[in-house]
Nanobody, 129 residues
Framework: EVQLVESGGDLVQAGGSLRLSCAVS????????IGWFRQAPGKEREGVAC????????SYADSVKGRFTISKNMANYTISLQMDSLRPEDTAVYYC??????????????????????WGQGTQVTVSS
């Protein structure tokens, strides 16, 4: 059974930092891209960042570029999202998700939620002004 479990969400003041973690089990880490998505009330789900299965490339939404960093720990099957210089508009439920890739796409990742096969339950991030 594939499981993705997010943690690290919290209430933080604007300008602060948080580190989200996603513990992954039940799949081969080297065959999946992992993405972080967020959804605020009344808004569509947004692809925040993703990292390829080979850990060779990452992609970020323009709204978080330079502030958020995605990383992968192959040893303990964990994906992290370091979030710095947080803004009130970053407030949302954050989800991690896994996208099974074919060998010719192992160096790529997508920030389109429709491409993803497995999802975690989400963790709430609230940034106060």
């Amino acid at each position: 059974e594939v499981q993705l479990v997010e943690s690290g969400g919290d209430l933080v003041q604007a300008g602060g930092s948080l580190r989200l973690s996603c513990a992954v089990s039940g799949l081969r880490f080297d065959e999946y891209a992992i993405g972080w998505f967020r959804q605020a009330p009344g808004k569509e789900r947004e692809g925040v960042a993703c990292i390829s299965s080979l850990d060779t490339s990452a992609s970020y939404a323009d709204s978080v570029k330079g502030r958020f960093t995605i990383s992968k720990n192959m040893a303990n099957y964990t994906i992290s999202l370091q979030m710095d210089s947080l803004r009130p508009e970053d407030t949302a439920v954050y989800y991690c998700a896994a996208d099974r890739l074919t060998p010719d796409t192992w160096s790529l990742c997508s920030r389109n939620h429709a491409d993803y096969d497995f999802w975690g339950q989400g963790t709430q991030v609230t940034v106060s002004s």
